[in-house]
């Protein structure tokens, strides 16, 4: 049975960093992602990376400031969130699959928990 375990979230101010864990276990996917979802919105790709070449996408919003990265060994993906702003906040979802697009599209097979990120100002 394919689980996705999230940690990592929490309360930071602006300017601050936090890093989200996502281990999974019971499968070993191709492509993982984190996305992130705050109430009355869709849910939004955050950031995508592939197992294999390290391939990688984010959205617009995080580039620059968000670094995903993976540990195959621990079958684990990683966001690094530096620079924090309010706007930030919200419940941040890993997600894994076997083919990328579905990744990107949000039609991924396996979701998390979710795991909440507060910026304060």
């Known amino acids: 049975q394919v689980h996705l375990t999230e940690s990592g979230g929490g309360l930071v101010q602006a300017g601050e960093s936090l890093r989200l864990s996502c281990a999974a276990s019971?499968?070993?996917?191709?492509?993982m992602g984190w996305y992130r979802q705050t109430p009355g919105k869709q849910r939004e790709l955050v950031a995508a990376?592939?197992?294999?070449?390290?391939?990688?996408n984010y959205a617009d919003s995080v580039k620059g400031r968000f670094t995903i990265s993976r540990d195959s060994a621990k079958n684990t993906v990683y966001l690094q969130m530096n620079s924090l702003k309010p706007e930030d906040t919200a419940v941040y979802y890993c997600?894994?699959?076997?083919?990328?697009?579905?990744?990107?599209?949000?039609?991924?097979?396996?979701w998390g928990q979710g795991t909440q990120v507060t910026v304060s100002s």
């Open positions: 019971g499968s070993i996917f191709s492509a």
């Open positions: 997600t894994a699959d076997y083919v990328y697009n579905d990744i990107l599209s949000g039609r991924s097979d396996y």
């Open positions: 990376i592939t197992r294999a070449t390290g391939w990688t």
